[in-house]
DNA sequence: TTAAAAATTTAGTCATACCTAAATTTTTTT
DNA sequence: AAAAAAATTTAGGTATGACTAAATTTTTAA
């Protein structure tokens, strides 16, 4: 049984771990948890101990196994009670994180369970993101940035990479969401900024809002 | 903001100030609790620092008002959850109160009050007991116990005194829930035990059982 | 009303999870 | 290949919330 705080510690490595190769530093983690990197490390030695993560002095750390189980059964609940608060709740997109957060760590397999049954075994949350099923595997689309996508094809979005408020209220203000269907309608070479087709409307957007939006083509 | 601890001492407080009069003895908030009295009497201080209980040394505690309020947004929290486990995760009656435990510290106005909507505002628990609304004030029905229920005269269960597992499982193997009518037959005058009509079904309960369901008259 | 029992508090520890400051190791730059 | 910079760890400290054992106060009983 975990504590609230390796429980953070664990997704933060995991979600590190997916954006970049190797093993995840010190610093990465510490920037992630908001916490001094002299803290990362004494929890390091403890989540060694406890032989959730492989961890060398000044190397970093990489999850075993376990660590892996551990980290996607938070975020399978993470993801999940993110639905939840969507679909019945009222909350919008950009709301959900904080209060998942918390949601997350509450210890009972009947209600995970019962809470993706009730939702009707949704495979992605409200940000596109897989939800890991009670086999902890999840599907994933093989998606692309929008920066990636083809003048004149079409794309849906199927995600971001940002998660923050900001991000998504700006996306929400320019009707976009997962499920929008997007076409780069031209690339504008100067600033490589780009005109879509979003739904029915035709927009502007920076190439750091396009490095940030998920399609699947 | 409190913390997990300081919820847990307020409730326990609130309860047991509840179930007897005068000031709450530390002996029985450690029994509650499951902490030793001198960690109770650590704890009384601090929750004296911030005011949400007035502490005599050697008297016990009685709780502000600001403790009080404290406490009944816990136990709504604690109750709105408990319905909604029932209502919509199919738990039963005697499973729900170890995950409202955890529940009751998510700490998110919008979310309680979107579960109370959701649930349709509802006014009292699985159990029986009544959840306090926004304004944190809670129908209280005037309720006796099965024990004073005067023979032949009929009553609805509206709730239970003992709230452990095996109490409420052994009610239900009995088919006794909320809103079961309930008559008493005949009181035993030698052991007290009450032959009682419960619903469509005949038995015999001890004086124990009887002592700790709550009729409506 | 005094002695015994029970309740409560104090004093001193412990583990968790954080911190700062200093030391050490690794990486980068010259 | 040194020197400088960056990253990481160690050492020592803090607050929280628990504990045990001993001291004190209150309550009960003789």
């Known amino acids: 049984m975990q504590t609230l705080s390796t429980e953070d510690y664990l997704k933060a490595i995991y979600h590190v771990s997916q954006s970049s190769s190797g093993a995840v530093a010190t610093t990465s983690i510490a920037k992630q948890i908001g916490a001094k990197p002299s803290s990362v490390t004494d929890m390091f030695k403890k989540l ?11 190397q970093g750390v990489s999850l075993t196994n376990e660590g892996v ?9 993470h993801r999940l009670w993110e639905s939840f608060l969507v679909s019945h709740l009222n909350f919008n997109w950009d709301e959900v994180h904080q209060v998942a957060e918390q949601l997350e760590h509450i210890q009972s397999e009947k209600l995970t369970n019962e809470l993706e049954r009730f939702l ?8 596109g993101d897989p939800i890991p099923n009670r086999a902890l595997f999840m599907k994933t689309y ?35 969401g997962i499920g929008t269907l997007l076409q780069v309608l031209h690339r504008e070479d100067f600033d490589e900024s780009l005109h879509i087709q979003a739904g029915k409307s035709t927009l502007m957007i920076t190439k750091k809002t396009a490095e940030n939006i998920y399609v699947k083509p």
């Open 142 to 176: 093989n998606k692309i940035l929008l920066t990636e996508l083809p003048v004149n094809k079409e794309g849906v979005c199927v995600g971001v990479r940002d998660n923050s408020s900001g991000f998504l209220r700006y996306l929400d203000r320019r009707q976009i």
């Open 48 to 58: 060694s101990d406890q032989n959730l993560v492989k961890y060398q002095k000044y």
């Open 69 to 77: 189980k551990t980290a996607l059964r938070i975020i399978r609940k």
């Open 120 to 127: 009707d075994y949704p495979t992605h949350d409200p940000h």
